[in-house]
């Protein structure tokens, strides 16, 4: 494809995510200010107009049996799936584009697409934490990882939600066109050129309830005011005038944790906003009240399965670096 634009297909379908294929759309053409490489064309099955799941309407290029030769077919996601692939239409315009395109890629519950017309027998595929068991029990052949943000084999690939699309596009433009342009792209929108570790990360944090009550709220201040001072289970319950054996109640009923384990997660998240914003390992530990790098790195590798000297060499670059120069 050198000297010549490299055609992306976007297959677009009633309910379809906005922002699965918006993200990665978004990455191709802020790379196209610097190098015009990309040309972006959208189909859906019919080649009819399609209505997104936040209910916005979309014009299209086309019918997918007419796009004609691609680079890249991408086929994004949806809150409907794995039902809104079960589609004859759907699955017949995704063949299409995979016969037609020299790689395929999925975004988030579009792995469910690809699986449901064999693209995926025999290759890995992670898709949204929230998927992944519901994709691995219906296509066995498949092997699902829930843990990575995205995977490759061949000229097939797969991310897992929203946000990892863009990483998943970052990555597809570092293939095409090098780092420094990827870098380039990324730092344009903001974005890391590649996040460390996995889903679980994300998944964690996100099945942890937010504070409702008062208590567990004035707990989650405390400890972000000042997360270096000392947080015993009394001292907290004094803080917030309760006996400590009803605060473990509380942290244990509304968050399904202890409150240690409650304080450790919330140092846990800073520390790793600190590394992200630049600060060093050991400014990071000590600012989150870990007291020290290796009381850091232990939970780190506890929670991420990655240290955090690995989490801050993964921004690099899209492309995770070999497994050795994450154990330090």
């Known amino acids: ?3 010549q634009r490299r055609r992306i297909g976007i297959l677009l379908f009633d309910g379809v995510k906005a922002l699965d294929f918006v993200g990665p759309a978004e990455v191709f053409s802020e790379t196209n200010l610097t190098t015009d490489a990309y040309e972006l ?3 859906s099955p019919t080649g009819a107009d399609v209505t997104a799941f936040m209910g916005l309407r979309i014009g299209v290029d086309g019918a997918a049996s007419e796009s004609g030769p691609l680079d890249t077919a991408i086929i994004p996601g949806s809150e409907r799936a794995p039902a809104v692939f079960d589609d004859a239409d759907l699955q017949r315009a995704i063949t299409d584009l995979a016969r037609q395109a020299r790689r395929i890629a999925s975004i988030c519950s579009g792995a469910f697409g690809l699986a449901a017309t064999g693209l995926l027998d025999g290759h890995p595929a992670t898709t949204h934490w929230k998927f992944a068991d519901a994709l691995a029990s219906r296509y066995p052949r498949v092997a699902v990882d829930s843990e990575r943000i995205f995977t490759k084999q061949g000229d097939i690939y797969t991310s897992a939600g929203v946000a990892a699309g863009i990483d998943l596009a970052l990555s597809l433009v570092e293939d095409d066109h090098g780092a420094e342009v990827a870098r380039s792209v990324a730092q344009h929108l903001l974005v890391y050129m590649r996040r460390s570790g996995g889903q679980s990360q994300f998944s ?13 709220r004035a707990v989650a201040e ?107």
């Open 41 to 43: 064309r959208f189909y």
């Open 222 to 328: 405390y400890v972000s005011d000042d997360p270096t001072r000392a947080t015993s289970v009394t001292e907290l319950a004094a803080h917030v005038n309760v006996s400590p054996r009803h605060l473990t109640r509380v942290i244990r009923d509304e968050l399904g944790v202890t409150p240690a384990a409650y304080i450790a997660s919330l140092r846990l998240e800073l520390a790793v906003n600190l590394l992200e914003s630049g600060a060093s390992i050991a400014q990071s530990a000590s600012a989150s009240g870990f007291g020290s790098p290796a009381a850091l790195r232990r939970a780190f590798l506890a929670r991420y399965r990655v240290t955090p000297s690995g989490y801050q060499q993964r921004f690099r670059s899209t492309v995770a670096p070999p497994a050795g120069e994450l154990s330090a």
């Open 1 to 3: 494809m050198t000297g």
């Open 204 to 216: 964690a944090a996100l099945k942890m309830p937010v504070p409702r009550t008062s208590i567990a």
